[in-house]
């Protein structure tokens, strides 16, 4: 094997290792106790010390054959050296087989896409701020063409080795026109990001080099915070809007104008905020995106509605729980009642999570230990609800499971048979005790357990 192929297996090698799971069936699993990562989120072979590893005997050992060897001398070096908390809480499945994961998909299936996400570099990532779901890909293939300096400007096809006399039409003294010209100095432009700068925060008379003023400018921001958006959107509707306005002064003799540019930029971002109900709108942007009071009002729409607890039908009763978690700062936890029919309190639960990495997971636990808690005080045909969405749509199979929260789903589904429970969704208004009491957690993580 040449070197060059070797480096290759290796990372590939690395890649696998970092990034696979195996969620066992239970103790007489067949995957490695030293090389798979069962628990936690590394092999325990990189929690001993070189030396004690080098020296051991008998790593290529199986989970099962570590349980079972009745000198447990596999175990015992663990006990030794790793974490105690990665023995007392690993994924099992119901499965009479050991689950094969592939952490970086949502579903736990290898794709080859996943690994290229992975090899993209730092330097690639870059361009992920020009696309979302929200940005017309117009726009973002104009950026993307800009930076590279691929637009068919006279300055740029000039660059090319082709010679032409160029004349801009963007202002009243024309100029030979040039990418950074016609978008950030020219008469047109300075008008509008003048017109513009107490909403973007973007001085034109700081763009020098292009590649590396745009992007640094779209990334300055928090990307998915609706100012940060807003200041995206327009931003780049401007960029497209000087285009089309100069391909019209160009081809079709019509004049340019700041105003009408200016003009359609926010009519498309407002459009935008309509059609992905962009929530939360600062009031400097809801007056800059409506001329007129009808769009104010739709912007700002949010009709009341009257939603409350219902009690539930005679005969049931009703669990409601709910999950809380914070991206910030990883905290978790997860709240439930069981109300009498005057809507009394029979029981209650407020949980702390650890080592959650979604707000999924936190709904998803705190559903278990609500059912739970209705197996221990002896209730059954109870109705449970939750104010999320996806969880429901999971339990109904009418959406994917994510792999890391089989196992909790696994044990609700169990349970919620037993229990002959209903699961459905409450909007969060009615699902206000539930939710104070998982939020409860958040706050005062020492009170409960
Ligand atoms: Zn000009």
Known sequence: MVVADRRLWQRAAHIIHKNHRVIVMDSGSSAHFWYDVWTGNTPLKDYLPDDIWTTMFDKNCTIQQAFSDPMSNQLQMAFWHCPMNLFTKFLTTYNSQDTWIWCPTQDGHFSTKSVRSILTTEANQQWAILWAPYIPTKWSVLIWRIILNAVPIDGTVKEQGIPLVSKCYCCSNPHEETTLHLFFKSAIAVQIW??????????????????????????????????????????????????????????????????????????????????????????????????????????????????????????RLKLNVDGAFKSTSGEAGGGGIVPDQNGNMLCAFAHAYHGLNSSLAAEALAMRDGISMCCRNGISKVMIETDSHNLVQIMTAQQACQWDLVCILQDITAKTQILQAEISHTPCEANRVADSLANFVLFCPSLVS
């Open 194 to 315: 003048t017109e513009l700068a107490h909403l973007l925060h973007f001085s034109h008379a700081d763009m020098t080099s292009i590649a590396d003023n745009l992007t640094d400018f779209l990334a300055s921001r928090e990307p998915e915070a609706v100012a940060a958006r807003l200041i995206r959107c327009t931003f780049m509707s401007i960029l497209w809007e000087i285009w089309c306005s100069r391909n019209k002064a160009r081809f079709q003799d019509q004049g340019m104008s700041a105003k009408h540019i200016i003009n359609r930029s926010l009519f498309s971002v407002r459009a935008i905020c309509t059609s992905y109900k962009f929530q939360k709108i600062p009031p400097d942007w809801i007056a800059a995106l409506c001329q007129d009071s009808t769009v104010k009002d739709n912007l700002n729409a949010r009709i009341p509605s009257a939603v409350r607890w219902f009690t539930p039908l005679s005969g």
